[in-house]
């Protein structure tokens, strides 16, 4: 990966930047829909589980119908 650390120099068109970005609003999205969910009570939260990490969320874009 060409990348430099953080991404702080990357390109605006570099694609591991694009993606990165992409994980990112996947992931807030995923925490608001929790938040709405749970109300952030913290035992609710606990029940609701883990919400998708950047792993999962890479394995998503692999292969997404097995995602599911
Ligand atoms: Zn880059």
Request: aromatic residues 8%.
């Amino acid at each position: 990966m060409p990348c430099s650390p953080g991404m702080r120099r990357c390109r605006l068109s570099c694609q591991h930047r694009q993606m990165v970005q992409d994980y990112r609003l996947a992931r807030h999205a995923a925490e608001l829909a929790r938040e709405t969910a749970t109300g952030g009570y913290a035992a609710e939260v606990a029940d609701y589980g883990p919400i998708v990490t950047f792993k999962a969320w890479l394995q998503q874009l692999a292969a997404p119908s097995e995602a599911a």
